[in-house]
T-cell receptor
Framework: KNEVEQSPQNLTAQEGEFITINCSYS?????LHWLQQHPGGGIVSLFM???GKKKHGRLIATINIQEKHSSLHITASHPRDSAVYIC????????????FGEGTQLTVNP | DTGVSQDPRHKITKRGQNVTFRCDPI?????LYWYRQTLGQGPEFLTY????????KSRLLSDRFSAERPKGSFSTLEIQRTEQGDSAMYLC????????????FGDGTRLSIL
């Protein structure tokens, strides 16, 4: 069982829709990283969070430490948001290695 | 551009050959990480360095794999006697030393074994 699990695996939306991607993680994960990966491989860091909520433009990330759950929301989605979104957790007290979820493939249609 | 850079972007080689990849991290970052990603999967941790010291290695890193960061700046990842199963995207990332810092990723090196 992976220590970081994402849902859904695939998500198709119409332009303008509100999108939510979920991430559940196990004991031992001290902080979460939300990442965006475009075709061709490049990965961009979106958020790092260990508590509360962060917002950047149309992206919002929340984390509930008690429930070991995080969500990434995209408001007013746009076709350029189409990418793979990956949740990754920092393990343990060293805060070094990342354990990745399998990613959510998001497609936003015009 | 002061981001993480990786070279080459693509490598095609025959099974049994040795390959070496290079990663240049963001200059002020102490930590450097290597990950491997196969198609349709999330990346998997291979190893990481703090300055020139290799602090952790995954069990995925068989004895055919070796990574170095000799002067605490760029790093190399070498795979000896490549196998079909080594075909993957090899990603490098760097971060500051402090706990739970955001990691900045390169564009990766895609390895294809014929």
């Amino acid at each position: 069982k992976n220590e970081v699990e994402q849902s859904p695996q695939n998500l198709t939306a119409q332009e303008g829709e509100f999108i939510t991607i979920n991430c559940s993680y196990s004991v031992g994960i001290s902080a979460l990283h939300w990442l965006q990966q475009h075709p061709g491989g490049g990965i961009v860091s979106l958020f790092m969070l260990s508590s509360g909520k962060k917002k950047h433009g149309r992206l919002i990330a929340t984390i509930n430490i008690q429930e070991k759950h995080s969500s990434l929301h995209i408001t007013a989605s746009h076709p350029r948001d189409s990418a793979v979104y990956i949740c990754a957790g920092y393990e343990g007290t060293s805060g070094s290695r990342l354990t990745f979820g399998e990613g959510t493939q998001l497609t936003v249609n015009p | 551009d002061t981001g993480v850079s990786q070279d080459p972007r693509h490598k095609i080689t025959k099974r049994g050959q040795n390959v070496t990849f290079r990663c240049d991290p963001i200059s002020e970052h102490n930590r450097l990480y290597w990950y491997r990603q196969t198609l349709g999967q999330g990346p998997e941790f291979l190893t990481y360095f703090q300055n020139e010291a290799q602090l952790e290695k995954s069990r995925l890193l068989s004895d055919r794999f070796s990574a170095e960061r000799p002067k605490g700046s760029f790093s190399t990842l070498e795979i000896q006697r490549t196998e079909q199963g080594d075909s993957a995207m090899y990603l490098c990332a760097s971060s500051y030393r402090d706990r739970n810092q955001p990691q900045h990723f390169g564009d990766g090196t895609r390895l294809s074994i014929l």
